[in-house]
């Protein structure tokens, strides 16, 4: 149990290999997957999971390297939703994934090396998936990122060696949160647009040169550590 509800942390033995996790277990709501960055107990054989609509939080390494794990639905319907670092990382038969609403955070490396990856990024120089940017092949010292994106994952720039080339970054008035913007290297300049709420935990950080960010009015929160 957690403090909003119940956290999923694995299955029994006999599980079916199709799961549809029920939305109540014995009253209560269940609102998390995974707990403590542990994978989740006895998932390897699961070939298809539904995670019902009061779940916010998919927790880190939740699925990871679950080979047999070709589809995943998500029905969420509440404010947030947040996937954690290498959730469905090395689930290599992974083709599929639906999701109910647009991210609130997705961490480093959720999807890598997985199908359904390599499927939505085919002729794409940015790809952003479920108001995620997810990957990105090529950038300019002036990135402006488009809108509709509601969160970025670090990770990208980091696998492809992109991070330093950036000097100025413009984030669009559709972002839930500033966040994971750390270590780039060469970042002069960051530009938060009209509509943005919240500056979060670690939201712009490691970025030696940074002289000028822009924070507009809109924003209604700032964590200590942003």
């Known amino acids: 149990f957690g403090d909003s509800g119940i956290y999923l942390v694995g299955f029994t033995e006999d599980a079916p290999r199709n799961i549809v996790v029920p939305e109540m277990i014995n009253g209560h709501p269940v609102t998390r997957i995974g707990d403590a960055g542990i994978p989740l107990v006895n998932a390897q054989n699961i070939e298809s999971i539904v995670i019902p609509k009061g779940v916010w939080d998919i927790g880190p390494y939740a699925f990871e390297n679950c080979v047999s794990l070709k589809s995943v639905t998500v029905l969420n319907d509440t404010e947030t939703l947040v996937i954690g670092f290498k959730a469905f990382s090395g689930c290599t038969s992974l083709e599929k994934i639906i999701i109910n609403s647009n991210l609130h955070y997705l961490g480093d490396s959720v999807f890598e090396g997985t199908p359904w990856l390599e499927k939505v990024s085919v002729d794409k120089d940015i790809v952003v998936q479920y108001g995620a940017l997810i990957d990105i092949k090529t950038v300019c010292a002036d990135l402006v990122l488009p809108e509709g ?44 647009k009209e509509g943005v709420k919240e500056m979060g935990y670690d939201g712009i950080s490691f970025c030696p040169k940074l002289e000028r960010i822009v924070i507009p009015a809109s924003i209604e929160y700032v964590s200590q550590k942003a």
């Open 149 to 192: 994106m509601t969160c970025l994952s670090y990770g990208p720039f980091v696998l492809r060696n992109l991070a330093d080339s950036i000097e100025r970054l413009e984030l669009p008035s559709t972002f839930h949160q500033v966040s994971d913007i750390r270590g780039f290297d060469n970042l002069t300049t960051v530009v938060i």
